[in-house]
């Protein structure tokens, strides 16, 4: 990443990836500025660089404080968690847009593509964590030592065909499925807890396989698939015997460490092409 003269706002969710993000710019000597949101982002992302706390329902509240900041590109990094409504308790700012927006944001594409179209209104570009932390996008390929067999790929054609369908409706990115059957599939749960969920009903035999794919109609911008020291470590108490995820479509933390992991633990991890 070069050091453009632009200030870069990073909206921050949770996870370690909008750390990340913030060692990356002061290393290369990018001006930036984060917006962090309580209950939902880690204090160590803000520590030692300007930033602000808000709700996630002050959207206004937020703008205001990236507009003052000087902030004139955004990047949105690191998940969310969707509240209710009545848990967001949005402010009169974040009200207009829900109300302008109405039901296009009844699934995270929809919503998620809708705060991209406001925010380059309010004057900001917007830029995908990708085109930031080049280094983590996923390629294709096994990552280690470890091979998906003739069942694991089955299992892994059955995944791609279920969260395909997932996508296609705005429901989830990911599924797991173990000789054939589909244990789980993703919703408004994420990742993590969908693999806690399987751990209790993996069957007898080759342990499943979490299949992870972008949405086909999903804004590239914000909330790519994403994998982690985290998902290996529920894959394994799962009892999972592999991950696969899209090449070039996903972002991989830690690449190198999580396949020396994967194979410590005898788990595939393997970049797949979900088109072909």
């Not at 030692?48 to 004139?72: C, N, Y």
């Not at 054609?157 to 990115?173: E, K």
């Not at 998902?231 to 696969?244: D, F, P, V």
Request: charged share 25%; proline share 4%.
């Amino acid at each position: 990443m070069s050091a453009p003269d632009a200030k870069l706002g990073i909206v921050a969710g949770s996870g370690e990836l909008p750390r990340r993000l913030v060692e990356l710019c002061q290393q290369n000597g990018r001006q930036l500025f984060v917006i962090a949101f309580e209950d939902q982002t880690d204090p160590i992302t803000v520590e030692g660089v300007d930033h602000a706390w808000v709700r996630l329902g002050a959207g206004g509240e937020a703008l205001e404080h990236l507009k003052s900041a000087g902030a004139k590109e955004l990047v949105m990094i690191g998940p969310i968690a969707r509240p209710s409504l009545k848990a967001l308790r949005p402010d009169l700012r974040t009200v207009r847009f829900l109300a302008r927006i109405g039901a296009e944001a009844l699934g995270d594409d929809g919503l998620l593509s809708s705060i991209v179209k406001q925010l380059e209104n309010e004057g900001f570009q917007v830029r995908g964590a990708h085109e930031l932390l080049a280094d983590l996008i996923s390629v294709e390929g096994v990552y280690g030592r470890v091979k998906p067999d003739a069942q694991a790929d089955l299992d892994i054609a059955r995944g791609i065909m279920v969260v395909r369908a997932l996508g296609a409706v705005d429901v989830g990115q990911a599924a797991v499925v173990q000789q054939g059957i589909v244990l789980g599939v993703e919703a408004i749960e994420g990742t993590d807890a969908l693999l806690t969920r399987c751990r209790d009903l993996r069957r007898e035999g080759p342990g499943g396989v979490l299949v992870k794919l972008k949405k086909p109609d999903q804004e590239a911008r914000v909330d790519l698939p994403t994998i982690g020291p985290r998902t290996l470590e529920g894959a394994i108490s799962a009892g999972l015997r592999g991950i696969a995820i899209e090449a070039e479509a996903a972002l991989v933390v830690d690449r190198g460490e999580l396949a020396r992991s994967a194979d410590e633990a005898g788990l595939f991890l393997v970049g797949i092409r979900a088109n072909s």
